[in-house]
Each structure stands twice: as structure tokens, then as C-alpha cells.
């Protein structure tokens, strides 16, 4: 079946049948067609596989601020010679060279010597050989003659081209992409049966037949625009994926505040209060704000006393009312076993949690992390690893180990690895354990309590393939439209 071209089809390829390969904006000069009837038309030409577009990248050179004052005054070193030019005997004392070019002394010294312009004797500065136009004084005036930048490539001289880039603000480098369209084989055979005029003056949408000289065809073999449907993000998507496997489990969820007092936050979790976790530089406190009431007298009572027992110090009410951006979610687990006595209890958390952490590829400031708790008369440490190993079943990962570790509130801890295809190493995901009596015991809470948790984001990297946890929040739409709903 022979492909029917619209005008503006025809239009561009005649002309590069003609000009052979061109910029969308030279075509336009050319076919007097705006730009985005180029733009379309080279993506109609592209699907019909008649026309090709090559992109290509460049560094573009413009002039810096002190570039700019170089072309007018002279490189430092040049503004130098011409001063000694300007002297009787061609020199003069350091000192007075240095508040004739003040900030400029330094680099001008350095260039006109390595230039062999001059020779200092003790105090004095003389004039001396030839002094040449450089390669770098060549640079600045090629630059300046062309304001939106020279390609980096056309300077001979890479060397001089480095120099002046290694001096501040004299040139700037920029990264320019450029476009060329041209006829692939089959689109130029296509552009020989295109009429000499095409004639667009008189194509009308609407009027009667007598007007229409160039029919519009209609390609009923194109395909339809890209419809991208509105849709949650991935990593809620992971986030409901966990939550949905812990309901499975038969757990309940419970939710607690993003700003939290520092007596669940660290206190009840038997972190001393000079802990360096503590400090401002691992934990984002609210300024000149406090809790009122933190806990119960009996909880705040015993909490102390357990503190001071095995930390030795006279524990700080009023630094147990700090208020906090949570650090992890088991201050809300651990209030919900101390506050309602469990006997039995399988209960889980997610939400945000902010660390004053640098940010790399590996570490955010906020992040999401599950955390999960399992109460009960006989609960062992087997139970935990079964558990956390059916949780990684259920999302695809199948292997997994177990680590000795330590925790400052379990003890055992054990820290979860799994096996990653991608990168071919084990690799760090959860840490889990038993709650350490000093943790349980001030709360009331007599069974053994089995606790884990983890960043939701790094289940995420590795499920997606992701390098740098930073990706998950670029908004990068050619990642989040092509990542499937439905692995």
C-alpha cells in the first residue's frame, strides 16, 4: 500500500531532497513553514521511516565577565608589558606594579613569566623578549566575535583553550545539542514523486471542494498520540505492595506522628541521653518547642529509673520533652505495646522518618521505613527469620540470609541480607531482633517482642534497578511512564 503524505510532508521532502541535511529551524527558513509544522512533520516522516534525525551534542565557548574585560583592557599579564612599556628604562619596583594591577598581580607575574616577558632582580620587575599575541589573547577575540559561543572543537590550540578555562569567570562552557534531518533511501525515492509547487495557500479544512487545489489526506495507518493515563507513583506502589503482604500476614497497622518527643523517640528505646544519635548533627529537633505530657507517670518513672541503672546518670525530664522529627517508626510501635498491654499482637508501621544525613545515592534527609512487631508467649528468634523470609518470598526475593549484628534496643540482632542479581553481591536490607529487657519491662510489656525494620526506598531501588535512591524523586517522566504497573 503506498503511504499518502500530507503537504507538509511533501514540502520538507523536496526540500532536503534538494539541501540534503538541515536544521528543523533552517528547513523552516527555507519552506516558510512555522516551526511546529516542521517539528511535526519530520515526526511523520520519521514513523513512515522516510526520514532520519541525528542528534549531536557540542561544548560551546562564550565570554566570561572578566573575559569581556580582557578583550578591552588586555589579559594581566598583557596589561603588565604595556605598563613597562610605558616606563622609562621599561621597569619598575614589585610594589609598584602590584597597586598598578592590584587583584590582577598575581596572574600577571605568573603568565609574563612563564611567557618569557619579563625577569625580576631583586624588588625589580624588567621588561624582556618578545611579546607576541598568545594563543589565549587569540581565543578571547575569535569568542567575541560570535556572542552565542564558538564549539570548543574549532580552537587548535586545546592547550590555551584549558588555560583560559583554569582562569575564573574569563570564559564559559556550555552544552548546545543540535538537530540535522535527512532522507533516509526510501524517503528519497518518495521525494521524486512529490509535485514541483505544493501549492498550501488555498488548502482549506472546512470550505467547499472548489477550493482545495492539494487534497489533505488522511494516513489512517498512523498511529494513534501517546496517552499517558494518570497513575500512582512507583514507590507508593511498593509502599502499598508491603502493606498489603503484612495484612496478608495478618498484622494490623498502626500509625503514629511524624513529630514525636524525644522519650519515645529514645528514652523508652533505652538510647542515654547523651548518645551521640542524640546530637543535632544525626537528628532535626523543632526549635523552642517541648511536649507537655510525654507519658505516664508510672511510664516516665520507670523509664528513668532504668536509665539510671544501666547508664549510670541522672536522667533529664526535660530532655525527654524535645520534640522531634521521628527517626525511625518504632516509637510508634513501642507506644502502642506500652500503651495497650498486648498479650498477643502483630502489628506494623510505615511512614516517614528524617535523618540529618548527607544526601548521596544511598542515603535521603526523609525516606519511608516499615517496622514490624510480634508479641507473644512463645515467640522465638526462628519465628523472625521465618517471617522476614516469607516477607521476601511474597516480594519476589528469594535469596535471603541472616547476619549477627547488634542493635542498641534488640539483642539478639541479626541483619538481613539478600542476594542481588543485578549488581552479582549480598546485600544489606532489614535489621531485626528481640527487644532488650530494659526495653520491655519499664512499659509493662512481659512477653518477648520480635521487631524489624527497614527503608522502604531501598526495596524499591532494588526492585526497579535503580543505582542512586535520588532517582525515585526526580520526576523523570521517560523512568515513571516506563516503569510497568504490573511486573
Known sequence: MSQVLHPIEQKILKTLAEKKNLTPEELAGITKLSLDQIRRGIEWLKFKNLASVTESEKTVVTLGKRGSEALQKGLPERQLVNHLKSLDGYSCELDSAKNYLKNEFGPAIANAKKNGWIEIHEN??????????????????????????????EFEDKDALESLKKRPEFVALSSKKSVLVGLTEQGLEMSKTVPVEIDFTNISETGSDSEVKVARAIDVQASAPPVFAARSHPLRDVIDEVREIFVGLGFSEIIGDNVQSSFWNFDALFTPQDHPAREMQDTFYLKDLTAGTVAKPDQI????????????????????????????????????????????????????????????????????????????????????????????????????????????????????????????????????????????????????????????????????????????????FGWLRSVPKCP
Open 301 to 476: 518513672k520507670k523509664i528513668s529509673q532504668e536509665h539510671k541503672k544501666g547508664w549510670n546518670y541522672e536522667w533529664q525530664s526535660q530532655e525527654a520533652k524535645r520534640l522531634v522529627l521521628r527517626t525511625h517508626t518504632t516509637c510508634v510501635t513501642i507506644r502502642a505495646l506500652a500503651d495497650q498491654k498486648y498479650d498477643e499482637a502483630r502489628l506494623f508501621s510505615i511512614g516517614r522518618v528524617f535523618r540529618n544525613e548527607k544526601l548521596s545515592y544511598k542515603h535521603l534527609a526523609e525516606f519511608h521505613q516499615v517496622e514490624g512487631v510480634v508479641t507473644g508467649k512463645n515467640v522465638t528468634l526462628r519465628n523472625l527469620m521465618g517471617l522476614q523470609t516469607e516477607f521476601y518470598h511474597k516480594m519476589g526475593i528469594k535469596k535471603i540470609k541472616f547476619w549477627p549484628t547488634f542493635f542498641p534496643y534488640t539483642e539478639p540482632s541479626l541483619q538481613s541480607m539478600i542476594y542481588n542479581e543485578k549488581l552479582g553481591k549480598w546485600v544489606e536490607l532489614f535489621g531485626m531482633g528481640m527487644f532488650r529487657p530494659e526495653v520491655t519491662k519499664p512499659l509493662g510489656i512481659k512477653n518477648p517482642v520480635l521487631a524489624w525494620g527497614g527503608g522502604i526506598e531501598r526495596i524499591a531501588m532494588l526492585k526497579f534497578g535503580l543505582e542512586d535512591v535520588r532517582d525515585l524523586y526526580e520526576n523523570k
Open 124 to 153: 625589580r620587575i624588567m621588561l624582556k623578549g618578545y611579546h607576541d599575541v598568545t594563543s589565549e589573547e587569540k581565543i578571547i577575540k575569535i569568542i567575541s566575535k560570535i556572542p552565542t559561543g564558538v564549539s570548543a572543537d
